[in-house]
């Protein structure tokens, strides 16, 4: 899926992220006890990278939202199963980045969703 997101029209695009999404949702290696955790790391890494390519459409909304929602379900997923650390530090400073530039977005709710997963990323990264 991930392959298919960078050459695709927008429309193929939003079809594939709505793919990651049900992926994510579904994905057994995202629960908790999960020991495969080298098969999750290359997953999530594969997925950051497709992922903030979307993040920075600048020409289709409808391609960012549904990133941005993939993404929440990630940050969501692997701090709900305490699998952060699968996820390399390399991709989630590329997610921050996308996310920051999110954040200069037209729509004021990509805006603000994406600020609030830059602070989940932060405080996941940054445990007190």
């Known amino acids: 899926m991930s392959g298919k997101l960078k050459l695709s029209t927008w429309k193929v695009q939003l079809a594939v992220l709505q793919a990651m999404n049900a992926y994510f949702q579904e994905l057994l290696l995202l629960e908790k006890g999960n020991k495969d955790t080298n098969a999750l790391s290359q997953i999530l890494t594969e997925a950051c990278i497709a992922l903030t390519y979307s993040l ?8 960012r939202t549904e ?5 929440d379900l990630i940050v969501k997923r692997t701090g709900e199963s305490e699998q952060w650390d699968c996820m390399s530090a390399r991709s989630r ?32 990264e940054h445990p007190s």
């Open 93 to 124: 400073e590329q997610l921050q980045r996308s996310l920051s530039t999110l954040q200069t977005d037209s729509r004021p709710e990509l805006r603000d969703k994406a600020q609030e997963l830059r602070n989940t990323n932060h405080v996941l």
């Open 56 to 63: 920075e459409n600048k020409s289709y909304s409808s391609v």
């Open 67 to 71: 990133a941005l929602s993939v993404v």
